[in-house]
Structures are given as C-alpha cells and as structure tokens.
Nanobody, 120 residues
Framework: QVQLVESGGGLVQAGGSLRLSCAAS????????MGWYRHAPGKQRDLVAV???????NYADSVKGRFTIARDNAKNTVYLQMISLKPEDTAVYYC??????????????WGQGTLVTVSS
C-alpha cells in the first residue's frame, strides 16, 4: 500500500513560481513511475509531467520549458518546479504513483490534490 501526501500549492501572480512536493509512504512497494496531473473547472484531468524510475521525463506541451519534474528516490518524493506561471495553469494538481507491491502486482496511488491559483 502506498499513500501520497502533496504540498506546495498556493496563490501566486502571473509570472511567479511554485514548487510542489509529493511524498510516498508505506511498505512493500517499489515505485517505477510518478507523475503530476491537473484538473481545472470545466476541463478533464490532464497529464502534466511524468518521470520513470530510470529518470526519463515527459511533459505536456503547454508546460514545456516552464515546469520541471524531479525525484529524490531516497526520500520517495517527487517535485514539480513551476516557473513563469500563467492564469491557465490554475488547477488542482494531483500526484500519481505507479508501483509494484510485494507480490509484483502493478498498482496506482493518487494524492489528495493541492490547489494552484494564478492571478492575472
């Protein structure tokens, strides 16, 4: 079982920066990928960025060049550094982990979400 706890959201002006964190806890698991999704009112939940256990990354076109995803494997934590924020980045951001349990079943875990609001 894996539990994810997110932090770092808040209210910023356009052009500002925020750093989101997501810490995984539990036992008997091995994470092979983590990512960030966001859900804005009136829109579907979309992928923002992902990172594999090998360090490969991928980003949505809308955030390339502005957002950076990174992992600290020793701390089971993933980060999303966001710069040059735009009002259209306003959303609830959710952390997701893909992991193997102790009997090598592939499972998913989701964080509770953290709100990012960017004012114009």
């Amino acid at each position: 079982q894996v539990q994810l706890v997110e932090s770092g959201g808040g209210l910023v002006q356009a052009g500002g920066s925020l750093r989101l964190s997501c810490a995984a806890s539990g036992s008997g698991f091995s994470i092979f990928a983590m990512g960030w999704y966001r859900h804005a009112p009136g829109k579907q939940r979309d992928l923002v960025a992902v990172i594999t256990n090998g360090g490969s990354t991928n980003y949505a076109d809308s955030v390339k060049g502005r957002f950076t995803i990174a992992r600290d494997n020793a701390k089971n934590t993933v980060y999303l550094q966001m710069i040059s924020l735009k009002p259209e980045d306003t959303a609830v951001y959710y952390c997701k982990a893909n992991y193997w349990n102790s009997v090598f079943h592939a499972l998913d875990a989701w964080g509770q979400g953290t709100l990012v609001t960017v004012s114009s």
